[in-house]
């Protein structure tokens, strides 16, 4: 994976490029590169974030679906869920998963980027988003505007969000000499991220960052680190040779995640808004 940052805002163009990274990812994105153990233990935070938030029987939107893995999974536990990605070949995979009979008809997908959101109807209980699409979004005071309108008084946010503080990530790349990469979650601005020999464009955010475009409409309910002891997904190799070990440190970011300082690091923050 190779990184570098430009300060021109992400267009139209960069946004296809993100979209033709996702789409050629999405067949083997159930695999180790979209859900190995270290990605499963951070999907179970969001999953127990939302149920405590919102219990089992709301009305749920998902930015950045991806293959439908928690749309599936909030579609079974009794949620009705619209899921939207702006990957076509993600949604495909995701709408391939919505007749299972165990959902009841509760999940449809859509071919929806986070930049239009305002072709969307309606009104949710509550809004998530799982590892990073808002990193992609290229307005984020647009996104706060929409989600303002699509969510009810009293609804519920909860993002997954690649964060700019990374411990691991740094000395990982620092230790190999490759120091732009290890300092590149620090850059202003889009940042072209190689994968799969496509790109990426991202913006990294600390926790406080990200909420400022939201803070007309939604109130900070809490934000945690996701993967500060424990290392990032990329790096599963490590936690499949000794996963008793790794499971302390994830224990350990269960347990002093939400510390002050300690939360506005880690791999990516899990941030929780309420509309006001
Ligand atoms: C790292 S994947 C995560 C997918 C899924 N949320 C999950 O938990 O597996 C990021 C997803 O964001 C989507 N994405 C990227 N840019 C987007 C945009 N502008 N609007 C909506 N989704 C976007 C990608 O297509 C991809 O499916």
Redesign the pocket.
Known sequence: MSAQSTPEPIDAAR?LD?QRA?DSVAADYDGPR?NNALIQRM?QTLWDTVTAELGNDARLLD?????G??AAEFARRGHEVVA????PS?VARTDSRAGAPALGGRLSARHL???QLDRLEGTFDGVYS????LN??PDLEDVANQCARLVRPGGVMVFSVMGRICPWEAVHYALRGRFRRAAVRAARGATAVGMNRHTIWTKYYLPREFYRPFTDHFQLASYSALSLFMPPPYMVDRYERNPARYERLGRLDDRFGKWPLLRDMGDHFLIVMRRR
């Open positions: 946004l993100t996702f979209g999907r930015i950045g679906c991806g293959t893995i928690d939207t990605d702006w990957s993600m980027g986070v930049q799982n590892f990073g699409p992609c979004a």
